[in-house]
């Protein structure tokens, strides 16, 4: 690496190329592990899943009546009801012990298996019970609130494709498919590495370190397992042997800190003298965040990202959260996205990818939204108060107030206009 790169950025990349190379360059094999079904909600399925079995396994009753044969009540009406005599009941669970022959009928529960020689089930408010006899009033076809046999689940019907997130329904489905246990992606170790000697580490620092449990909780929540190595302090030599040290244990390392457009460039230059090492992208065109970076060592990534919190949090959204996914071939969730009229000009500086934290709020019955600020990566209040992201790409100079936008939110919908939003308007104006 050069000293002129070393010192300052003479270009940032576009964020779109940086993620392609990133994505492209790294291919750390995450291993798979088998774990309970009832155990399994949240976790990436490490292979395509199937039905051992039909189910229901057989036919059962779709609702609380009589089991019958369709033929005995093709007749049947209000004034001219067909009797059947009653020759038994089946509870959800049970194993019917006798047959409906023709002139009989069987009481069944939701979910009972259906008795042998019948066919369908007349709802009891279509039925009237006199002692051990039933006066049917309305004809049923065929399997007529009948649960068909493997009309739910076939055998060898896929339940849940790899890389897809396993979710409650998934659950329930592979349980009535027979399915015990299901292979999945084990959790990606990420190890987190805090650089600076203003942090707060045995009490000698000024500023507390809120960037690295900042970085393990969302990681935790993306369903990796994170580590929190520590603070290292602002030495290369020291910040190298760190990474050499403690690499071999996780599948990516992340590190905050000591990245920068004009000042200390400690973390790039550490990492360039660790054996193997090889830049991937360093200085992206992302407000907040632009100093972020990536280096492939021994075949595993590290990312670097600025050590304030609003500007890793973007860092995390921007390349750990895709790169995780790609990883484990997993199919990139769907975000909650809603439309909302501007309410407040919103300005980009051009050629950059900016992600504003907004505030979306309900007034009048229509949706409207305000920017919170976005100078100043380490203003955590913004992270508190916003409950959506605006993605402004970089060819975009702004929004102008009644404009519509899409934006994704990340928290519920303000019932009305906050009032921390005139102090916001002030700020900026």
């Not at 489905?173 to 992606?185: D, H, Q, R, S």
């Not at 300005?347 to 950059?352: D, E, I, K, R, S």
Request: glycine share 8%.
């Amino acid at each position: 690496m050069s000293r002129k790169r070393l010192e300052g950025f003479t270009r940032f990349e576009k964020y779109e190329d940086a993620l392609s190379r990133l994505l492209t360059q790294v291919s750390v094999a995450i291993e798979s592990e088998m774990v309970p079904v009832t155990d399994a909600a949240g976790r990436v399925a490490a292979e395509d899943t199937y039905s051992l079995r039909d189910y229901p396994p057989v036919d059962r009753a779709a609702l609380d009546g009589y089991a019958v044969k369709s033929l005995d009540v093709l007749s049947a009406s209000p004034s001219n009801p067909v009797i059947l005599r009653l020759v038994g009941s089946v509870e959800a669970g049970e194993i019917p012990k006798f047959t409906v022959n023709v002139g009989e009928a069987a009481i069944v529960f939701t979910g009972a298996t259906m008795p042998e020689g019948s066919d369908a089930v007349i709802p009891f408010e279509e039925a009237v019970r006199k002692e051990s006899y039933v006066y049917v009033l309305r004809p049923a076809q065929k399997y007529k609130n009948v649960s068909r046999a493997g009309e739910d689940i076939k055998k060898g019907d896929l339940i849940i494709k790899r890389g897809l997130t396993v979710r409650p329904w998934h659950v329930a489905a592979l349980i009535e498919a027979g399915i015990t246990e299901i292979k999945v992606f084990k959790k990606p170790r990420v190890g987190i590495v805090n650089v600076g000697n203003e942090l707060l580490a045995g009490g000698g620092g000024k500023i507390p370190n809120s960037t690295g449990p900042l970085i393990h909780a969302y990681l935790k929540e993306l369903g990796c397992e994170p580590v929190l190595i520590g603070v290292v302090p602002d030495d290369v030599e020291e910040i190298s042997s760190t990474v050499s040290r403690v690499l071999r244990d996780f599948d990516i390392l992340v590190m905050t800190g000591g990245t920068s457009v004009g000042g200390k460039d400690l973390v790039p230059e550490a990492l360039s003298r660790v054996k193997s090492a090889s830049l991937i992208f360093h200085g992206v065109n992302l407000r907040p965040g632009r100093t972020a970076g990536a280096y492939l060592i021994e075949g595993k990534p590290v990312l670097m990202f600025s050590g304030l919190p609003v500007a890793a949090l973007v860092g995390l959204e921007a390349f750990v959260k895709p790169l995780i996914r790609k990883l484990m071939g997993a199919a990139p969730l769907p975000e909650p996205t809603v439309r909302v009229r501007v309410r407040r000009r919103v300005a980009n500086v051009v050629g950059f990818k900016s992600f504003f934290r907004v505030v979306v709020y309900r007034e009048n019955n229509e949706l409207f939204m305000e920017p919170l600020r976005l100078s100043g990566s380490g203003i955590i209040s913004t992270l508190l108060k916003g409950n959506a992201i605006l993605v402004v790409d970089e060819n975009i100079e702004g929004y102008d107030e009644d404009d519509y936008v899409n934006v994704i939110l990340i928290g519920p919908i303000y019932e009305k206009r906050p009032e921390f939003l005139d102090q916001e308007a002030s700020t900026s104006s």
